[in-house]
């Protein structure tokens, strides 16, 4: 499992170009922004709280953000560049010191970023960053590293970078001129002028090995459900672009699930004439059963 992880560490891409300091940034952006999705953070009730950014490190799934991004979520949708919506099945492995965390979707043959080497960049290096600060997606700004600096009172070792990052940036990919990954986006200071900072990739490496040995600890790990049982549910459902009631039912019969669409709306207090939005959670009645 250990060796899969980072064989599909090597598939992943990055931009065609020279080894150059200068970036193209269109070809950096055409070909890295398939690997980035915007995360919305839900509730356990399905309520929207909040939202951030992560990318896929592996073609199965693997994809990394930063732990304070989902935190308090109690469910995740990661939405592709392409309007794909895909549940996060669980957090493999988190690192709260480095404020970075690991998750598996649900997927296969995705487009995924390859890291760069360790200690690859230094002040100076031109970078560039694929985020969607305040849900605004696909946004690509640029700028260097401006510092390797030691927090203080804290073990921990930043990047601090000049690229422009906002609210909702977090868990964004600061990339080199080839496009690898050279940090995870994780704050900034609002008391100056580009003063932003990213985790070093270097500390994602020690983490993936983790999450494809599969032992984690319990002090680490942080599972989250697919599902998220209520009082008279046994399950639940994520709502797709298109989706109506009559669809949903028969999806889930495919699954071996027989419900009706007037059990889903009422389970789930709906209007006649409610209209489903993409991301959405519904509770599946408990009487859905093969």
């Known amino acids: 499992m250990l060796a899969r992880s980072f064989l599909a560490l090597t598939l992943c891409g990055s931009v065609a170009s020279p080894a150059s300091e200068i970036p193209d940034l ?11 999705y915007l995360l919305v953070l839900q509730d356990e009730d399905g309520k929207t ?3 951030g950014t992560g990318f896929l490190v592996s073609p199965d799934g693997l994809l990394v953000t930063n732990h304070h991004v989902i935190a308090e979520a109690r469910v995740i949708i990661a ?10 099945r669980k957090v493999l492995v988190t690192d709260i010191p480095n404020d970075l965390a690991i998750l598996q979707l649900e997927g296969k043959d995705l487009p995924c970023l390859s ?17 969607s600060p305040l849900g605004l997606e696909g946004t690509l700004t ?7 600096r030691k927090m203080p009172g804290e073990n921990r070792e930043v990047l601090q970078i000049s690229a422009p990052i906002s609210k909702g ?6 990339l080199d001129s080839q496009g690898r990954v050279v940090g995870v986006a994780s704050f900034l200071l609002l008391d100056g002028q580009s003063l932003n ?16 040995k599969g032992s984690l600890s319990t002090t680490t790990a942080q599972p989250i459900p697919s599902e998220t049982p ?10 797709k672009s298109g989706d109506t009631l009559s669809r949903i039912t028969r999806d889930l019969e495919k699954r071996g699930l027989r419900t009706t669409a007037d059990e889903i709306r009422v389970i789930n207090q709906l209007p006649t004439n409610s209209i489903l939005r993409p991301g959405q959670i519904l509770q599946i009645p408990e009487t859905a059963k093969p």
Do not use: M
Request: hydrophobic letters at 40%; glycine letters at 12%; charged letters at 20%.
């Open 79 to 88: 939405k592709a560049e392409n309007g794909g919506l895909f549940p996060v």
């Open 142 to 148: 640029e700028g260097i590293v401006s510092a390797r």
């Open 230 to 239: 209520k009082a008279g549910s046994s399950s639940t459902y994520v709502v």
């Open 197 to 212: 900072f990213a985790s070093p990739s270097e500390k994602l490496r020690p983490l993936l090995a983790r999450a494809g």
């Open 49 to 51: 709280i909040g939202s």
């Open 115 to 131: 890291l760069a080497p360790p200690g690859s960049v230094d002040a100076g290096t031109r970078i560039a960053v694929i985020g």
């Open 26 to 36: 269109r070809a950096l952006a055409r070909q890295t922004r398939p690997a980035v």
């Open 169 to 174: 940036s977090s868990g964004s990919p600061v």
